[in-house]
T-cell receptor, first 113, second 114 residues
Framework: NAGVTQTPKFQVLKTGQSMTLQCAQD?????MSWYRQDPGMGLRLIHY???????DQGEVPNGYNVSRSTTEDFPLRLLSAAPSQTSVYFC????????????FGPGTRLTVL | AQSVTQPDIHITVSEGASLELRCNYS??????LFWYVQSPGQGLQLLLKYFSGDTLVQGIKGFEAEFKRSQSSFNLRKPSVHWSDAAEYFCAVGDAGNNRKLIWGLGTSLAVNP
């Protein structure tokens, strides 16, 4: 199994540009989530999904959209990038059981100029 | 409100020394508790977790943690640190019925001196 994969690893955008961060998992996990990690602020949940077709907002959802058309994929879209969205983004997945581990992807380092 | 506090932002230890990283939580119900490690430039990896039973849990890489309900703590320990343990360590607490949304601490950065 590849686990959780994320593309791209690095990305530089200009203010106002849009882009999609890709996340895929091959573990048949129901739950997937997107975090951003910023210095001194730890991990903050952006959006999450409890299954295909179901998404919900986390604590910092503004400026981001998600969809979950398949169990495997959970892309994160930046509609109009802003410098405040410069961060490292992690995707994670978890099986349905409440005691299960979150598996993280390797992250995408995004810089918005 | 639920919260997780890691009081130490940065810790430096010598290789071979013992280590204890502190984690305190505020949670109304029975918590599920986790420690994750993040090596430089990498994603997070689970070290260990507690959800019931023996309050001393063993994890990977020689780590252990002890759940103390009376102190609302879940401190991570290792008897002898290796240089490869230098990383960021995160404590997290989850709902006993839904660990999929976790509350995260801000992390403790560990440096290891040779």
């Amino acid at each position: 199994n590849a686990g959780v994969t994320q593309t791209p690893k690095f990305q530089v955008l200009k203010t106002g540009q849009s882009m999609t961060l890709q996340c895929a998992q091959d573990m048949n996990h129901e739950y997937m989530s997107w975090y951003r990690q910023d210095p001194g602020m730890g991990l903050r949940l952006i959006h999450y999904s409890v299954g295909a077709g179901i998404t919900d907002q986390g604590e910092v959802p503004n400026g981001y959209n998600v969809s979950r058309s398949t169990t495997e994929d959970f892309p994160l879209r930046l509609l109009s990038a802003a410098p405040s969205q410069t961060s490292v983004y992690f995707c994670a997945s978890t099986a349905a059981k409440s005691t299960d581990t979150q598996y993280f992807g390797p992250g995408t380092r995004l810089t918005v100029l | 409100a639920q919260s997780v506090t890691q009081p130490d932002i940065h810790i430096t230890v010598s290789e071979g020394a013992s280590l204890e990283l502190r984690c305190n939580y505020s949670y109304g119900a029975t918590p599920y508790l986790f420690w994750y490690v993040q090596s430089p430039g990498q994603g997070l990896q689970l070290l260990l977790k507690y959800f019931s039973g023996d309050t001393l849990v063993q994890g990977i890489k020689g780590f252990e943690a002890e759940f103390k309900r009376s102190q609302s703590s879940f401190n991570l320990r290792k008897p002898s640190v290796h240089w490869s343990d230098a990383a960021e360590y995160f404590c997290a607490v989850g709902d006993a019925g839904n660990n999929r949304k976790l509350i995260w601490g801000l992390g403790t950065s560990l440096a290891v001196n040779p």
